[in-house]
């Protein structure tokens, strides 16, 4: 935001030098870059007034101008044809030096000696527009001799402000004014807005329509005719150039001025040319087209608000007018538009079309609706007093939702407490005044007071009490801030329990030959149809993302396999055959309770190739379902969990015969097996992929990093291995509990070490073996203790399972 210094005093009385403001406002927040002089121009330029003119003696395209400089008359030779007699003209004097380095001397020029030179824009350095290229015309109140420098605003200061996302407040004059007069306890003072109307009301001439009042919060028109147009006055060209906007014409830069002043764009269209006679807000229609000021064709979509009459689009809402309802110099009618709205539709349209400007940027921010009253009668007042003309009676104002006032109310002791001093309740109330901000009413309580503050509608970023705190202590300044050293509880640094358990599971599966990766937590929705998961199935119930790079990435996952799966099949063609991986990674649902997802921790293995590896004595192997049971059994003896079961199962991922479910105490907490035979060949892996995905949370609840101490055995223990012939539905699992159920206290260990099937066994029926271990902490068991033992064990697995004990 580019601020002429002696510009923004019309508004705030400044007795600061440039860079002590500039200095002022980066400590109250609006950081300034830069002081920049616009347009520098020496001291030996004056105004002169053109007494004569007489044609060059020697030359027919020059001519001798008379001028008289105050204290002299000078004859300088010159072959501009704009001027006349009476004219006020800059002139360079000899010794002058023009902004481009070229010193002004007394010439001879074609047998007549020049003792200075008229001056036109580009020679001071300025780009200007006028009726006729040529002498710069002075159209303000001055005298001969008068310096150049004193009549116009050459050498201005410019502050360069480098605003925050959130201040569109201050994309304005008045805005930085209303800081300063904060930052010094100054008045701001408004620019003059009152209007005489006359002639028609605007009623018999116009209308205005909102069709989608959610993209257009307020649309107010007025309508002039009669005016003049033609170059702008001096002072407001350089105002205009000192903010880095080129003049066009009077009734261009008028709409150009106001915004700079105010910080509301709006657009001027010639009425003539507008169909009907009405303004209807709308949003586009699929495929229609619009020509905008650039000459640009855009083609538009219902997504893009547009300006339209009765027939078409007349332009692009807060971006760009179309070229069909253009100004021209023909334009004897024009309807002046100042609207308000949906900044986030601004910025897609002008993200959309390419169309950058001051006008959408300002939109994109966000404009007071309740300031654009005022902002059109400063406007037409403005046309009026440079390009004369009628204001016709009457403002069409369509506001469907008027803004509601907000409320804010501001407690003394929070102050305190987020400031770390505190303020006296006038200097509060005398900083929140002085920001134009409303301190309604005061209470006092028991042991605070506070404040009800009315927050104004151009200050669209308060909005908690927070917020009225950062004013506080910005304008109040930061450096009173005091500086004390970080106060807190000391404590010891430890990992958290759940940090704890997570480095106890990836030391435990890098212990057994697995690398940790880390996946995308992006993925592609297409995968759950190849993982063949039912429609209904959780995991197909996404988080989706607005705007995704790729569709590859536009939903969060909800499972970590696919992308591990991803990775295995880039390993595989990469030549990399044996691959032991795991992952520890958020998955995401979505959340009915608040808008941000549900995350939940999990944890996948994936398994391929052949062990062991490296060993000459033993030659590598495929691996087998029970390599990652026997991981996975491995990493439940580590977190010390007892209670688990593994129970066949048919799950969409695996292997129709060859899956089952993982259960801790009760709970399923995930799944492991075989990847299908569909899925392999699919992703055309080559071998068998093992596979298990387990959720942290219960394992987490069930597991225990405190170890327990047992003291060496005393007595020896006793092994005993008996075989049962069970149905083939029969579980192992099953069995297993059976036995240590009623093995009692003195049953140490329980293992399954064959399975057996052959001549000597019922078709439908498993021989299955286990070896027990028996131990007791006081003395040595003998053979009649074990047998009662085993005989409980038989009689419950008969009764439970219809079991035999298998006697050869």
Known sequence: ?????????????????????????????????????????GEKFVAGRIESLRQHP????????????????????????????????????????????AVIREAEIKGIVSPGMLCSGEELGVEIAEDEAGIMLLDIKCSPG??????????????????????????????????????????????????????????????????????????????????????SPLKMQFRLLAAGIRSINNLVDVTNYVMWETGFPMHAFDY?????????????????????????????????????????????????????????????????????????????????????????????KGVDPEGAIFVQNRAVRLINEIAG???LRGIIDKYPYPMQKREITLRKSKVQEILGYSLPEDRIKEILTGLSLVVKKKDILEHDVSFHVEIPSFRNDLHIEVDLIEELARINGYDKIPITLPAGVLTSGRRSFEQRVISKIKETLLSCGLQEVITFSFINPKLFDLLQLPSDDIRRNTVKLQNPLTEDQSVLRTTLIPELLKLLQYNFNHQTQNQFIFEIGKV????????????????????????????????????????????????????????????EASLPLLHPARGCKILVQGKEIG?????????????????????????????????????????LPRFPSVLRDAAFI???????????????????????????????????????????????????????????????????????????????????
Request: glycine share 6%; with cysteine.
């Open 1 to 41: 935001m580019k601020v002429p210094y002696n510009w923004l005093r019309d508004y705030v009385e400044i007795e600061l030098l440039p860079e002590e403001l500039a200095e002022r406002l980066t400590m109250a927040g609006l950081e300034t870059g830069a002081v920049n002089v616009f347009a520098p121009l």
């Open 146 to 231: 008068d310096r150049i420098i004193d009549l116009l605003p050459f050498n201005e200061p410019v502050l360069e402000i480098d605003l925050t996302p959130n201040r569109g407040d201050c994309l304005g004059m008045l805005g930085i004014a209303r800081e300063v007069a904060a930052i010094t306890g100054k008045k701001i003072v408004l620019p003059p807005n009152e209007v005489q109307e006359e002639g028609k009301e605007i009623d018999e001439l116009a209308a205005v329509e909102i069709k989608d009042p959610d993209l257009c919060f307020r649309y107010t028109a007025r309508i002039m005719e009669g005016f003049s147009i033609k170059p």
């Open 588 to 647: 995401f649902f979505p959340s009915e309770k608040n808008k941000l997802p549900l995350e939940k921790k999990f944890l996948a293995l994936v398994l391929s190739g052949k062990k062991p590896l490296g060993d000459w004595q033993n030659p590598p192997k495929p691996l087998s379902f029970y390599e990652i049971k026997g991981i996975l059994e491995t990493l439940m003896q580590s977190l010390g969990i007892k209670e688990t079961r593994w129970e």
């Open 272 to 364: 003539d040319k507008l169909a009907g006679g009405k303004i209807i807000v709308r949003r586009a229609k699929q495929g229609e087209e619009l020509v905008t000021l650039d000459g640009v064709k855009r083609i538009l979509d219902p997504n893009v608000l547009v300006i339209a009459d009765t027939r078409e689009p007349v332009g692009l809402a807060g971006v760009m007018g179309g070229e069909n309802t253009e100004i021209t110099a023909e334009t004897n009618r024009l309807l002046l538009e100042v609207a308000s709205f949906k900044p986030v539709n601004i910025r897609m349209t002008a993200r959309k079309m390419n169309l950058p400007s001051e006008a959408s940027q300002r939109y994109e």
């Open 671 to 711: 799944f492991a097996g075989c990847l299908h035979p569909f899925l392999q060949e699919k992703l055309d892996f080559k071998q068998e992929v093992f596979l298990a995905e387990l959720m942290l949370e219960p394992l987490l609840e069930a597991c225990t990093l405190i170890p327990k101490f047992r003291s």
């Open 389 to 391: 003309g009628k204001i």
């Open 726 to 808: 069970v149905s083939r539905k029969v579980k192992a699992e099953d069995l297993l509990q059976t036995i240590r159920t009623h093995g009692g206290e003195l049953l140490e260990e329980v293992v399954l070490f064959d399975v057996y099937e052959g001549k000597q066994i019922p078709e439908d029926c498993l021989s299955i073996a286990f070896a027990m271990t028996f131990r007791h902490p006081d003395k040595t068991l003998t053979d009649e203790e074990i047998d009662q033992i085993l005989e409980k064990v038989a009689i419950a697995l008969q009764e439970k399972f219809n079991a035999t004990l298998r006697k050869s």
């Open 58 to 101: 020697y030359a027919s395209n020059l001519q001798l101008v008379k001028v008289d400089i105050g204290n002299e008359f000078l004859e300088v030779v010159c072959g501009a044809k704009n001027i006349k007699k009476g004219d006020m003209v800059p002139v360079a004097l000899t010794g002058a030096v023009l902004p481009g380095g």
